[in-house]
């Protein structure tokens, strides 16, 4: 079985969103990571923030990686976001993941997106996945 | 007061993470909207399919139009999705909204992403918003 | 396999707690039911309406019907509920099921719970279910 | 303005739902509470363990008790739940919330339900509240 490290360089290598939004992966391990990310203009909306699919897709990512780190294949199949702090250009992004439960084919992460240097909670994200039969 | 289709023009004019999507309106009334996009190859994932952030902000991008087409300025506090069926490159999607309630300072939304051959459910989204004193 | 009928018997018969809430099942096929049941003083809160978790668990007692009426034991993971409308003693309401999706070892439905008398929408209810490898 | 301990009592005087759950009230401050309570046999369904509707109703009951401790009333409006470990009959059940944000109308809580001696988590709720411009 491959590392969590080496899933998470095969996925990033073809997860062409992950590299459009410039997600940095600082830290990989069994059933977590550590992702950083930039905002930049090209992610806001008409409010002149950070769309709220920015931080979903960041924390959706961090889901994707924690979750497929140990070398089962995981989708997504609900997840939810409560957005607690605009983002402006420029701020910078960290996605923090907690393992709630891991069973046979179902796990649930929590993953907060905090601000890089106020380190306020920007939004608290949900998400569970099913592991699939396929490994990497 | 604009009309629903002068805010959202106002608000596609620097929505530019909706502009990077290529979101197209096809219509725009009170509480409503009718969006259509086209899946690309930046917005796969590392599993060769569209990355779940990029039905969430299309869905989150509709939420934004309707809930702001009164003229109050309207922001999302609460939203959930479900992701029922895979996205391909040059997938075509729609979004299909229904206000579910509309208080005072409270509006509730439920939005299916609708594969435009298909016609099949791709994503369930619900949105929460807050309609704050201002407006557009 | 037994039939839908059956299955909702037995879980009936020792859902004690759907017995207490005074639920009666008004049909049931697979993958559906539509369920009643009427506010009772012993369900308000503290602000004289019913609490929260009345409508959360008749919409989790008709997921937990729908779900299971195909024979195969299926239990809840994730569920959300909006609340629109306020109950108060003596409402009744209906429960409607739609089965949003239904795969190999996942299944997503949304409940939407109904003022029979208003014909209001009361709250809206999400639920994604597991379906293990045991029968009925 | 009543104390904390003022307005839950008021509250639980005439909440006989949370009453007939049995629940305890340990501790309650501004923005935050600590809830006890017991599975009793009525509160089973037809798998023999506590119908999902309970650890939901005991949670929602905490975000009301903490949300209004500041005696502005507050009402739930969307809340999801993740139903992690099964309980069953005489398990006691702890209730911790955190206040994730509160503004002046919008406040969000995550409440974790414990299992009293094995400490393990049985569910997560996160619940967002609208803070009405009436007071206890």
């Known amino acids: ?7 998470v360089n095969v996925m990033m290598a073809s997860d062409y969103f992950s590299q459009w939004l410039g997600i940095e992966v600082l830290d990989i391990t069994e059933g977590n990571c550590r992702l950083k990310m930039q905002i930049k203009k090209d992610m806001l909306n008409g409010f002149g923030i950070a769309h709220g699919g920015i931080a979903y897709s960041f924390a959706d990512s961090a889901l994707a990686f924690a979750s497929n780190s140990y070398g ?11 957005h607690l702090v605009s983002l ?5 992004i960290l996605a923090e993941v907690v393992q709630q439960s ?28 099913y592991k ?5």
């Not at 089962?72 to 409560?82: D, F, G, L, P, R």
């Not at 402006?88 to 910078?92: A, G, L, P």
């Not at 699939?132 to 990497?136: L, S």
């Open 132 to 136: 699939t039969d396929k490994n990497w």
């Open 102 to 129: 891991n069973s046979h084919k179902i796990a649930i992460y929590t993953i907060d997106i905090i601000h890089a240097i106020t380190l306020k909670k920007v939004a608290l994200f949900k998400g569970t996945v």
């Open 88 to 92: 402006v250009e420029n701020d910078v």
């Open 72 to 82: 089962q294949k995981a989708v997504s199949i609900e997840t939810s976001i409560s």
């Open 1 to 7: 079985m491959p590392s969590p490290k080496e899933i």
